[in-house]
């Protein structure tokens, strides 16, 4: 689907909170993201929301390379290029192999993944796709995590399907991230 932004970006905010952050997604990505151009600078304290879900995302207690695939596997079922050009250039900022990311699609029966990853993919996919779980699902997530590594699975994944929300309703698309790294 070819995105056509709905709002225009605003590339000179009056906020200094919203200049600030221009200045760092430039330093810490290479470029002011759409997304701030377009939702921050209108209003600010959405910047506030990002920052947050970003420090949770942080802390959770999973590993960076499943924690990356949850985003992967949520925004490529809701197709948002956005969030998938983010979150692979966050990758392949993190030294992460792309191969697992290129075979998400077949998670169930690729031997890259471990059982403990199959388990919270097919959990994120029924999440995604369907908001609820069978249970069935949810008792094999929990033969792989604890209750509070379950809760930051399902965080990672409500978070990512807000931003894809917002970027698919607003019409933002890749930003060339991945071309950036």
């Known amino acids: 689907m070819e995105h056509q932004l709905r709002l225009q970006p605003i590339e000179q905010p009056k906020s200094l909170y919203v200049r600030l952050g221009y200045w760092y997604l430039k330093k810490m990505i290479g470029k002011v993201i759409t997304p701030a151009k377009v939702v921050y600078a209108r209003v600010p304290k959405l910047m506030k929301v990002a920052s947050l879900f970003y420090k949770i995302s942080e802390e959770a207690t999973l590993k960076d390379d499943l924690k990356i695939m949850i985003h992967v596997m949520v925004s490529e079922l809701d197709n948002c290029t956005f969030c998938l050009d983010i979150a692979q250039a966050y990758a392949m900022r993190k030294g992460n192999s792309m191969k697992k990311l290129g075979e998400l699609q077949n998670f169930e029966t690729s031997e890259?993944?471990?059982?403990?990853?199959?388990?919270?993919?097919?959990?994120?996919?029924?999440?995604?796709?369907?908001?609820?779980?069978?249970?069935?699902?949810?008792?094999?997530?929990?033969?792989?995590?604890?209750?509070?590594?379950?809760?930051?699975i399902t965080f990672l994944c409500a978070s990512e399907i807000y931003y894809n929300t917002m970027n698919l309703a607003l019409g933002i698309g890749s930003d060339g991230l991945c071309a950036i790294q």
């Open 112 to 152: 890259l993944f471990s059982p403990a990853e199959r388990a919270c993919l097919a959990y994120v996919k029924e999440v995604t796709l369907h908001k609820q779980v069978p249970d069935a699902v949810f008792q094999d997530l929990q033969q792989h995590f604890s209750d509070d590594k379950i809760v930051y």
